[in-house]
């Protein structure tokens, strides 16, 4: 079984240029959810995709973007970085629909780290 | 708007005792509830959820309380090692979708 992936694992962005981070979720789970983590904060919710479409969001403006593809991988997009972009970004998959019952835990990768100067 | 809190922001025990760690939330009904360990540099592991209509959960020497009426959860390590020295973070959630708290710091000291 393939745990949660992420690349690149560190970049370094000017203010104002756009970000692009990838996601291969675990094997056989349908569902990405992507954090922002802040030194010393927990995670913070940025938004969920599941078969392709965007399944709620949290407190993100919209030059947050994401896109889901049909292997479940996933890419967070950030435009006009600003320098509070500067973080750790999370990407978690899971699955829905188990039969029998659902699975609600989440399996995190090891994030991007983003750093905006 | 929803508040999650985590008692102190890093907690010191000697080896071989019970760590304590509190979950306090406000402005939010979660259906379930979920612990989470976190070392410097990684993303989160999960360790645990509880369901609202669970008052208790045990996974070897780790145990869960959820207690909706106090809107709090406790999470106890027993026979604490060096090697559980990490932030452990709480996340209520619904829908599917997290909130978690900004997490304790818990250093066994041997």
């Known amino acids: 079984e393939t745990g949660v992936t992420q690349s690149p694992t560190h970049l370094i962005k000017t203010r104002g240029q756009q970000v692009t981070l990838r996601c291969s979720s675990q094997?056989?789970?349908?569902?990405v959810s992507w954090y922002q983590q802040a030194l010393g904060q927990g995670p913070q919710f940025i938004f969920q995709y599941y078969r392709e479409e965007e399944n709620g969001r949290g407190n993100f403006p919209p030059r947050f973007s994401g896109l889901q593809f049909p292997n479940y991988s996933s890419e967070l997009n950030v435009n006009a970085l600003e320098l509070d972009d500067s973080a750790l970004y999370l990407c978690?998959?899971?699955?829905?629909?188990?039969?029998?019952?659902?699975?609600?835990?989440?399996?995190f990768g090891p994030g991007t780290r983003l750093t905006v100067t | 708007s929803q508040k999650i809190e985590q008692n102190s922001e890093a907690l010191n025990i000697q080896e071989g005792k019970t760590a304590t760690l509190t979950c306090n939330y406000t402005?939010?009904?979660?259906?379930?509830l979920q612990w989470y360990r976190q070392d410097p540099g990684r993303g989160p592991v999960f360790l645990l959820l509880i369901r609202e209509n669970e008052k208790e959960k045990r996974k070897e020497r780790l145990k869960v309380t959820f207690d909706t009426t106090l809107k709090q959860s406790l999470f106890h390590i027993t026979a604490s090692q060096p090697a559980d020295s990490a932030t452990y973070l709480c996340?209520?959630?619904?829908?599917?979708?997290?909130?978690f708290g900004s997490g304790t710091q818990l250093t066994v000291l041997p």
């Open positions: 978690a998959s899971s699955q829905w629909g188990l039969a029998g019952g659902e699975s609600y835990e989440q399996y």
């Open positions: 996340a209520p959630g619904s829908a599917r979708q997290l909130t």
């Open positions: 094997s056989g789970h349908n569902t």
């Open positions: 402005n939010y009904s979660p259906a379930y």
